[in-house]
């Protein structure tokens, strides 16, 4: 059975996307090359990474890393798993300032682990992206957009285009000068071009975003778009440190 790799050619990935899309290709010379993400390479934990996942979800990235701090000092491991969330009870848990969905999101985590329905990172390099996308999402509390993060930004896997992402959408916009966002389905069919890149091409877009939205050194700052499309790039890579 062949095995995926983490992490890619991002070489190979900019000479493809060079060719394929002039448009884009234009924004990627004025940003300059991407290089691989250092993450790929350094060890990975799935269960742990989807607990932190669903405790990072709508907080601050300060406000959730306490309420973490709080739970490994109460389960008195810095590892997410069934077995270490077992030994608090729901009160422990949430006096750590866990909220009663993401306590259910846990609990349903580790029961799913227990039962040896979360593929391991062996098993997972075994698997395309949509058989794990299938895998995690029935997870409660963890969504399509969850999973894409963790198989951009952990995985490496080459070829993924979250579509419902609003800085994807925007940067998307840009490229194409287009009056409004395109909805996910015709972005889907835009990005048809940039496989089997479409990671790489993610991360261009997400910085487009930024710097389309950026004003202009004479202009006020626009601060809602500004930050709500930065806040959409930093949760993406936030919710996988």
């Not at 406000?63 to 069934?82: F, K, P, Y």
Request: aromatic share 6%; with cysteine.
């Amino acid at each position: 059975m062949p095995r995926h790799a983490r992490g890619f050619d991002t070489q190979a990935a900019w000479d493809h996307l060079q060719r394929r899309d002039r448009k884009l290709a234009a924004w990627m010379r004025r940003l300059g090359p991407i290089t691989p993400d250092p993450r790929w390479r350094k060890p990975f934990d799935p269960v742990d990474a989807l607990a932190r996942a669903i405790l990072y979800q709508q907080l601050s990235g300060k406000a959730a890393a306490t309420i973490v701090g709080r739970v490994e000092t109460a389960i008195g491991s810095d590892r997410l798993h069934h077995d270490t969330l077992g030994r608090c009870d729901d009160a422990s848990l949430r006096a750590c300032g866990v909220s009663g969905n993401k306590l259910l999101a846990l609990r349903d985590l580790a029961a799913r682990e227990a039962r040896g329905e979360i593929p391991d990172l062996r098993r997972m390099s075994t698997m395309d992206e949509d058989a794990i996308v299938e895998a995690l999402v029935p997870i409660r509390g963890i969504g399509r957009w969850t999973v894409e993060m963790m198989l951009m930004f952990r995985l490496g896997r080459p070829d993924v285009l979250p579509i419902d992402d609003l800085g994807i959408r925007k940067g998307a916009q840009a490229v194409d000068k287009a009056e409004a966002m395109p909805a996910p389905k015709a972005l889907a069919e835009r990005g048809e071009r940039w496989g089997p890149y479409r990671t790489y091409a993610s991360l261009y877009l997400w910085r487009i975003a930024d710097l389309a939205n950026a004003p202009a050194a004479s202009d006020k700052p626009k601060a809602t778009t500004k930050a709500t499309t930065r806040s959409t790039t930093k949760a993406a890579k936030r919710s996988q440190d």
